[in-house]
Each structure stands twice: as structure tokens, then as C-alpha cells.
């Protein structure tokens, strides 16, 4: 199934603040880091120590948008059943539960018990990543104002596979394991309702298949795997490699927008 990293230089103080100046000498992201309650948490910072995504975030995202007030990023202890990753526009706060990674983390110990604690510490992180762009999505939009025409929540899955495969050298292998993550969600539906189809949120079978759709448009052979085990049609494919295209075309558009 599913694969990766995160890095920061962490100190475990009641909070901690990461920031760093960009191109425009402000750093679009303020990051706080609240003290993890338990080892389960602190294996949190641990893992998310292993890659570079806030330092490649300020950096990629100063190159892209001139923000007059950065987004505020908190990992934080809420308990998950208090709410799940989310973006606060009245705050201008991303906020991302280290409870999240814990249960990211245990879904995948149980569907792959096979896997070694490294091997299930790299995709968690994995999935935190596309979580973590997903709602930064939420946030551009909110903060530029930019002008989207279809459902929110898809449009920012859009938006965190294609910055993700443009900004991480292993860009492919995150998307994929988000994909993998919605599939494995998605597997434990039995029954779809009027309420489920109403949801913000596509059913996590659409996440998996539109994210997938994305990969094969950027690198066909990237997922010849997965589709061979899928009916999905030959000319249906083609449409997605020419969305694909369409969809990184108007991303620079909107980008650009807002970029000095």
C-alpha cells in the first residue's frame, strides 16, 4: 500500500514558533509547535523531524504569492474528536492535531500490520503533508480571494497534489500515499446515503480516483499499477492527462495574481 518525510528544527517549549524570511522579507507561514501530551504525540515531532516540508513550504509558497500577513500554522493537541484538521478563516489559522498523524498512523498499522514502524511513520507523514496543503489550499483561497468555480474541498485536493508533486522531490510517492489513505477510507463504506452525497467533502472513493486521475496526467507510469487493477477506460484516462495540464495552467494564473 501506501510511503516518506517532514523537518524542522523543534524545540519543545510550552510553544514554539517557526518562521523564516522569504523573497518579500515576510515569511507566509507562522508555525507553532504546542508541547505534545504523551509519547504517542511526541513520536509526532519525531517524524515530522525527518523531512523539510515547513522549510520547503516558506520557501516555495514566498516564491509564489506576496502575503501582507502570514498564515498562522498550529500543530496542536485538540483532541481529534474535537475537530480534525481544519482552516479557521476568522483566525487565519491552519490547524493541524497531532492526534491526526496518531490515527493516520494506527489505520495503517491495521490495514498493513506487515509494515515496520519506520516504513509506517514515513507514510503518516506522508498523508500530514497532503492534509497540511490541502488546507493551505483553504487558506489562498480565503486570504487572495481567489476565484474558484467548483466544489471547495476537491479544488483543494487539486491544489495540494499539484504543489506537492512540484515542490518535493518525492512529490509523487506523498500524493500517492494521500491517494492510498482515501481508498483505504473509502473501503470501510458499505452503504452511501442522501447525506454522505451532501457532504463538503467528495466520498473518499472520488478523492482517491480524482488525486489518482492527477498522477497519471503528471506521469502515466506512476500509476500503472493501480490502474491496472481498475475499469477505467482508455479515453477516460486521456482526459486525464489533458486536465491535468489545464489544471497547472490555471494555477499559475491564479498565482500569479498574487505574486510580485
Not at 59 to 68: I, M, N, Y
Request: hydrophobic share 45%; proline share 3%.
Amino acid at each position: 500500500m501506501l510511503r516518506h518525510g517532514f523537518c524542522i528544527a523543534i524545540c519543545l517549549l510550552s510553544v514554539f514558533v517557526c518562521g523564516s524570511s522569504s523573497a518579500t522579507g515576510t515569511a507566509p507561514f507562522e508555525v507553532i509547535y504546542r508541547t505534545p501530551d504523551g509519547d504517542d504525540q511526541r513520536a509526532v515531532l519525531d517524524a515530522l523531524n525527518d523531512a523539510r516540508v515547513i522549510d520547503i513550504a516558506q520557501k516555495r509558497f514566498a516564491e509564489r504569492v506576496d502575503l501582507s500577513d502570514p498564515i498562522r500554522i498550529v500543530f496542536g493537541t485538540r483532541p481529534l474528536r474535537r475537530g480534525g484538521p481544519h482552516y479557521d478563516p476568522e483566525r487565519r489559522t491552519i490547524q493541524l492535531p497531532y492526534d491526526f498523524w496518531v490515527y493516520v498512523w494506527d489505520e495503517i498499522n491495521h490495514a498493513e500490520p506487515d509494515l515496520s514502524v519506520e516504513e509506517i511513520d514515513i507514510l503518516a507523514t506522508d498523508v500530514v503533508i497532503h492534509t497540511l496543503y490541502h488546507e493551505i489550499a483553504h487558506a489562498l483561497i480565503d486570504v487572495l480571494d481567489l476565484p474558484i468555480t467548483g466544489q471547495e474541498e476537491t479544488v483543494a485536493d487539486e491544489f495540494a497534489t499539484l504543489m506537492i508533486i512540484a515542490d518535493f522531490d518525492d512529490g509523487l510517492d506523498i500524493v500517492r500515499t494521500a491517494a492510498e489513505f482515501f481508498e483505504l477510507e473509502g473501503s470501510y463504506v458499505r452503504r452511501v446515503t442522501d447525506a454522505d452525497l451532501f457532504r463538503e467533502h467528495a466520498l473518499d472513493d472520488q478523492r482517491f480516483f480524482h488525486v489518482i486521475c492527477l498522477l497519471h496526467g503528471h506521469d502515466a507510469q506512476s500509476v500503472d499499477d493501480i490502474l491496472a487493477g481498475l475499469d477505467v477506460t482508455s479515453s477516460r484516462l486521456a482526459l486525464c492527462s489533458e486536465d491535468y495540464r489545464r489544471r497547472v495552467a490555471a494555477w499559475d494564473v491564479l498565482l500569479n495574481l498574487h505574486r510580485e
